[in-house]
């Protein structure tokens, strides 16, 4: 899973990690330790996310599966004209084994940048 970390200042910074089992059954906007990940001293929120094919999560819809929607604006959606609604596949906003790309906030920080603590990992 790569778990994409938006920091305070606006940079991101990305990393890969294995299944993690504590975040399956987290909904968008649950806020996580960061310890789990190595972020030591680190609270996360997670803000979104896409599947193994590319389709993103939506706050919206409840659950993990990937259903078709009738959407006018928001996430998965390019408004193309005024009105104009799109039938649209898009993912429950639950995290499951499914998902392979996690985007995250920093709500608190700790002592240590997120840069040194995820090099330190490597």
Known sequence: MKITIGKQD?????TEKQEIPQLTGKKIGDE???D?????????????????????MRESIEGTERQKKLLKTGTGVKEKENGIRE???VRG???????????????EQGEDEVDELLESQS
């Open 10 to 14: 606006g940079e991101t910074v990305q």
């Open 93 to 107: 906003n639950t995290v499951s084994n499914q998902t392979e790309q996690l985007n995250t906030k920093v709500v």
């Open 32 to 34: 996580f330790s960061g």
């Open 87 to 89: 039938r649209k596949s």
């Open 36 to 56: 789990i990940i190595g972020l030591e001293g680190y609270t996360l929120r997670i803000t979104g996310g896409s599947d193994r094919q590319g389709f993103p």
